[in-house]
Nanobody, 128 residues
Framework: EVQLVESGGGLVQAGGSLRLSCAAS????????IGWFRQAPGKEREGVSC????????YYADSVKGRFTISSDNAKNTVYLQMNSLAPEDTAVYYC?????????????????????WGRGTQVTVSS
């Protein structure tokens, strides 16, 4: 059974930092790609970042480039999203999702339909 469990969300002041974790199980981590998405109240879900565990390629939305860093620990089957210089507009529920077998689908990392499984999300709230 594939499981993705997000953690690390919380309340932080603008300019602060948080690190989200996505603990994965039930598939071959090294063949996969894991992405982070977020959904703010009243808005559509949007792609934030993605990492391919097979070749280490990383992808970012323009809105987070230079502030967020995605990484993976293949030994722990965990992907991290380090979020720095947080702003109120980063407030959202953050979800991780997996392409169980990458097959270069990560090149189209911000297409939700490419992902096979989703976590339940973790709330990030940035106060001004």
């Amino acid at each position: 059974e594939v499981q993705l469990v997000e953690s690390g969300g919380g309340l932080v002041q603008a300019g602060g930092s948080l690190r989200l974790s996505c603990a994965a199980s039930g598939f071959t981590f090294d063949d996969s790609a894991i992405g982070w998405f977020r959904q703010a109240p009243g808005k559509e879900r949007e792609g934030v970042s993605c990492i391919s565990s097979s070749d280490g390629s990383t992808y970012y939305a323009d809105s987070v480039k230079g502030r967020f860093t995605i990484s993976s620990d293949n030994a722990k089957n965990t992907v991290y999203l380090q979020m720095n210089s947080l702003a109120p507009e980063d407030t959202a529920v953050y979800y991780c999702a997996v392409m169980v077998t990458d097959y270069s689908r990560s090149h189209y990392w911000d297409y939700e339909s490419n992902y096979d499984y989703w976590g339940r999300g973790t709330q990030v709230t940035v106060s001004s």
